[in-house]
C-alpha cells in the first residue's frame, strides 16, 4: 500500500509539473482539442476512408461495430470510475488549489474516458484501413492531443490518461478481432443473396 501511495503521489506531482507548463496563451487551443466537437472533420474523415474501402454494405456494418465499441468504452470506463472512485485533479484538496484548471468536471477520474475511446477507435481504423492507406498512423495524433488535454485543463492525472490508453488499445484490439468475422459475414450473407437472384 506505500508502495501504491508512492506512486500516486508521483503522479500528482506530474500532473502539477505538466499542468503548469500551461499558459493563457494556449488556454483556448487546448480546450478546443479536447472538445469532442472539434474532431468532427476527423469523423468524417474516417466515414469516408470506410465507405470507400470497403463499399456500402461492409462499411455500414463497420461503422455500426464501431458504434458499439465506442458505447462500450464510454460504459465501462464509467464502470471504472465509480469503482475506484478516484477524484479528480479539480477536485482533489491536496493540489486543486496550486494547479491551473480550466474546466471542472464532477466525475470521478480512474481512467480516462476521453484516452481510452480516441485511443480504441484510432487503432480500430489504423487496423481496418492500413492495407489501404500508407499514412493511417497519423490518426494515433487524436488520442495523443486529447489526452494531453485533459491533463492541460486539470481534469485528469497522467495515470487517468496512461491506463486509459493501455485499456483502449485493448479495446480497438479486440473489436478488431471481431470485425474480422463480421466482414466475412456480410460477405457471404451477400453473396448468398447475389446467388438466389441468379
Known sequence: MIF????????KQLLVYLNGL???TWDMFWLSITDQLSWIPLYLLFFYLIFKSFGWKKGLALLLLTAVLITFS?????FLKNYFERLRPNRDPQINEIIRILKNNSS???VSGHATTSMAVSLFMHLNLKKYYSYTA??????LLFSYSRMY???HFPLDVFFGAILGIGIGFAFYKLS?????W????FKQASDYSL
Open 4 to 11: 501504491l501511495d508512492k506512486i500516486i503521489e508521483y503522479d
Open 22 to 24: 500551461g499558459t493563457e
Open 74 to 78: 464510454d460504459q465501462f470506463t464509467v
Open 108 to 110: 470521478f477520474s480512474f
Open 138 to 143: 497519423f490518426f494515433f495524433i487524436w488520442p
Open 153 to 155: 485543463i486539470g481534469v
Open 180 to 184: 474480422i468475422p463480421l466482414m466475412n
Open 186 to 189: 456480410v460477405d457471404n450473407r
